[in-house]
């Protein structure tokens, strides 16, 4: 489906359209181009913005000067959530960003961050460069006047933060609770009371009672934005974040007007970004979530008979999805790579771990 068709035929309209008509000239200043990213995550979030600022400099750097990316932490040109709108629109030239915040735009941008009981960081690898997924999210970007390529992965997230333990599924009833994307959509499956709350709101919400529990990302993520202050209760191991990519975008028109080089020089740093990305968050958790045990936070799972109900609420979840072709056929696609990998993976290096934790102890 061509943008224009897409457009026409949605709830965007003719809003869309006029607002992409009215894009702004790009900037120049002394034969160096100058391009705005926003972003969703405040300056003081870790890893995310992290990953965001790693992106901006090594365009910067990479691009002997012709390109001057300027980083905008969430807030100060536009919110946390409303950076697709304003890099769609033209009113900014990128952003950096988590595309399950925009399933509401259309439900297959989940598949670019992450599905419940979907992909780990490296099947998501293995689908991305080397199965369908840069062509499908290009594909998808395309309808919205975005080039987009992920940039970024947390890698495992945990499953959250909550003022009380999880015995039961029927505990999730009336839980307030932040969790975006489809397995936000899951948690009100078990009756939950969901909330997509930008990242640099969510500790105040958390203390203030506003919500009674959240997922953010893993261990060290979570204790640089002190969770711990607040509650005890945190579950390691959760099913709606398995391998959650990153995204950075870029204005379509924006991007075509740019030389084939710099062209380049976006899509390598994006991809270079994913993985360093991943080495941050995993070389950092392990040492955060000693410290929050030392400081007598409860490290607990949830029992066999949540997960079960977890799974129940994503089928029934990614079902309702399935009436939109292009999301019905992401999905295919996904599934199919992630089935193939996982089988690789478990019989290969899985069963090497295995052994390895055995002999060593």
Same mark, same amino acid.
């Given at each position: 489906?061509?943008?224009?068709? +897409?457009?026409?035929?949605?709830?965007?309209?003719?809003?869309?359209? $006029?607002?992409? $008509?009215?894009? $702004?000239?790009?900037?120049?200043?002394? %034969?160096?181009?100058?391009?705005?990213?926003?972003? /969703?995550?405040?300056?003081?979030?870790?890893?995310?913005? *992290?990953?965001?600022?790693?992106?901006?400099?090594? =365009?910067?750097?990479?691009?002997?000067?012709?390109?001057?990316?300027? =980083?905008?932490?969430?807030?100060?040109?536009?919110?946390?959530?409303?950076?697709?709108?304003?890099?769609?629109?033209?009113?900014?030239?990128?952003?950096?960003? $988590?595309?399950?915040?925009?399933?509401?735009?259309?439900?297959?941008?989940?598949?670019?961050?992450?599905?419940?009981?979907?992909?780990?960081?490296?099947?998501?690898?293995?689908?991305?460069?080397?199965?369908?997924?840069?062509?499908?999210?290009?594909? !998808?970007?395309?309808? +919205?006047?975005?080039?987009?390529?992920?940039?970024?992965?947390?890698?495992?997230?945990?499953?959250?933060?909550?003022?009380?333990?999880?015995?039961?599924?029927?505990? +999730?009833?009336?839980?307030? +609770?932040?969790? &975006?994307?489809?397995?936000?959509?899951?948690?009100?499956?078990?009756?939950?009371?969901?909330?997509?709350?930008?990242?640099?709101?969510?500790?105040?919400?958390?203390?203030?009672?506003?919500?009674?529990?959240?997922?953010? =990302?893993?261990?060290?993520? *979570?204790?640089?934005?002190?969770?711990?202050?607040?509650?005890?209760?945190?579950?390691?191991?959760?099913?709606?974040?398995? %391998?959650?990519? !990153?995204? !950075?975008?870029?204005?379509?028109?924006?991007?075509?007007?740019?030389?084939? /080089?710099?062209?380049?020089?976006?899509?390598?740093?994006?991809?270079?970004?994913?993985?360093?990305?991943?080495?941050?968050?995993?070389?950092?958790?392990?040492?955060? !979530?000693?410290?929050?045990?030392?400081?007598?936070?409860?490290?607990?799972?949830? &029992? *066999?008979?949540?997960?079960?109900?977890?799974?129940?609420?994503?089928?029934?979840?990614?079902?309702?999805?399935?009436?939109?072709?292009?999301?019905?056929?992401?999905?295919?696609?996904?599934?199919?790579?992630?089935?193939?990998?996982?089988?690789?993976?478990?019989?290969?290096?899985?069963?090497?771990?295995?052994?390895?934790?055995?002999?060593?102890?």
């Amino acid at each position: 489906m061509d943008r224009r068709s +897409f457009l026409k035929n949605s709830a965007l309209g003719g809003a869309a359209v $006029a607002a992409s $008509a009215t894009l $702004a000239a790009p900037a120049y200043a002394q %034969g160096r181009r100058k391009l705005t990213m926003v972003t /969703s995550w405040g300056s003081g979030l870790a890893g995310v913005f *992290d990953g965001a600022q790693y992106c901006a400099d090594a =365009i910067n750097n990479l691009s002997d000067g012709s390109l001057e990316v300027e =980083i905008k932490a969430a807030g100060e040109l536009v919110g946390a959530l409303e950076v697709f709108d304003a890099v769609s629109s033209g009113q900014a030239d990128m952003y950096h960003s $988590a595309d399950y915040y925009y399933i509401k735009k259309h439900p297959a941008f989940a598949f670019f961050t992450t599905i419940p009981f979907g992909m780990t960081a490296q099947e998501t690898m293995n689908w991305y460069y080397y199965g369908d997924g840069a062509g499908m999210h290009d594909e !998808l970007g395309e309808i +919205f006047n975005l080039k987009s390529f992920i940039a970024g992965n947390t890698g495992a997230q945990a499953g959250g933060w909550f003022a009380k333990e999880i015995k039961s599924p029927e505990d +999730f009833n009336g839980l307030k +609770f932040r969790m &975006p994307g489809l397995g936000g959509k899951v948690l009100g499956t078990l009756g939950a009371s969901v909330q997509n709350i930008p990242g640099s709101e969510v500790y105040q919400a958390l203390s203030s009672g506003a919500i009674d529990g959240t997922e953010w =990302i893993g261990p060290w993520a *979570d204790e640089k934005a002190g969770f711990q202050e607040i509650t005890k209760n945190y579950y390691t191991a959760g099913f709606h974040e398995p %391998g959650a990519a !990153l995204t !950075l975008a870029t204005n379509r028109e924006v991007f075509d007007s740019l030389t084939a /080089s710099q062209q380049g020089i976006i899509e390598q740093v994006a991809k270079a970004a994913h993985s360093d990305n991943l080495a941050m968050f995993l070389s950092n958790n392990g040492a955060a !979530l000693k410290r929050l045990q030392a400081a007598g936070v409860n490290i607990l799972e949830f &029992p *066999d008979s949540v997960w079960d109900a977890f799974g129940k609420g994503t089928k029934e979840v990614m079902d309702a999805n399935m009436g939109d072709e292009t999301f019905a056929r992401f999905n295919e696609s996904y599934q199919k790579s992630m089935k193939e990998s996982s089988k690789w993976i478990q019989t290969s290096s899985g069963a090497y771990t295995a052994q390895r934790d055995r002999v060593l102890g």
